[in-house]
């Protein structure tokens, strides 16, 4: 108890702080867009998109100290990745659905630009993530086999990943915001040190600030 006490004090010190300077804690949702740019036995390929999502909460803090306009925001997101990709395995075709889900952290460096009474604003913003791979579980078939391997096996994709991101949108209202992104991923996520995976996705959504 002695000890917890002056940790709840520096918390909520920390938090009247934070209050202080107009953060902002919110909730958004994406659809992703996701692919891979891949390298396997030195071979290119060109996977198609998987369709996923992302969602989680979201935080907002002005930063006048910069220009007036310009934030920092940050996520904690649930994001659902992956690609698919089709090619053949001697004389049999073979497709691969790959599904990872990641704990994802992204921190942003935006400005914003009101106009119309400060009731709509266009915003742009651009920074790193860093992400863990959770969970996942492939879908792969080879001629008439089907398997299910889990994505973040030794043989398939390691858990860490890091990247930069740029994002563009509306904001209405002060809680309303709409916009679209783009995430590189800057690190070789292949198991194998021969081939060479990095994720790449686009998504769309909107947010809303309390």
């Given amino acids: 108890m002695k000890k917890f006490l002056p940790l709840l004090s520096v918390?909520?010190?920390?938090?009247?702080?934070?209050s202080a300077q107009g953060l902002r804690y919110g909730i958004t949702g994406a659809m992703n867009a996701s692919?891979?740019?891949?390298?396997?036995?030195?071979l290119s390929f060109n996977p198609d998109m998987?369709?996923?999502?992302?969602?989680?909460?979201?935080?907002?803090?002005?930063?006048?100290?910069?220009?007036?306009?310009?934030?920092?925001?940050?996520?904690?997101?649930?994001?659902?990745?992956?690609?698919?990709?089709?090619?053949?395995?001697?004389?049999?075709?073979?497709?691969?659905?790959?599904?990872?889900?990641?704990?994802?952290?992204?921190?942003?460096?935006?400005?914003?630009?009101?106009?119309?009474?400060?009731?709509?604003?266009?915003?742009?913003?651009?920074?790193?993530?860093?992400?863990?791979?959770l969970?996942?579980?492939?879908?792969?078939?080879?001629?008439?086999?089907?398997?299910?391997?889990?994505?973040?096996?030794?043989?398939?994709?390691?858990r860490f990943d890091f990247g930069v991101g740029l994002r563009a949108g509306v904001a209405m209202f002060d809680h309303y915001r709409i916009y679209v992104g783009y995430d590189w991923g800057l690190i070789n996520i292949a198991q194998d040190s021969d081939n060479k995976i990095n994720n790449r996705n686009f998504y769309v959504g909107a947010s809303y600030m309390f």
Avoid: Q
């Fill in 11 to 18: 918390s909520l010190l920390l938090a009247s702080a934070l």
């Fill in 50 to 133: 998987r369709v996923g999502f992302r969602a989680g909460f979201r935080m907002e803090m002005p930063a006048p100290f910069i220009y007036d306009g310009f934030y920092f925001d940050g996520e904690l997101l649930l994001s659902s990745k992956g690609a698919k990709i089709d090619t053949t395995v001697g004389e049999e075709s073979a497709k691969s659905t790959v599904r990872p889900y990641y704990l994802e952290l992204p921190i942003h460096i935006g400005y914003r630009y009101d106009f119309g009474g400060g009731n709509v604003g266009i915003f742009g913003s651009f920074g790193p993530y860093v992400a863990m791979g």
């Fill in 35 to 42: 692919n891979f740019a891949m390298e396997l036995n030195d």
């Fill in 135 to 158: 969970f996942g579980t492939d879908k792969v078939t080879v001629g008439s086999t089907s398997t299910k391997p889990d994505t973040f096996s030794d043989e398939r994709l390691k």
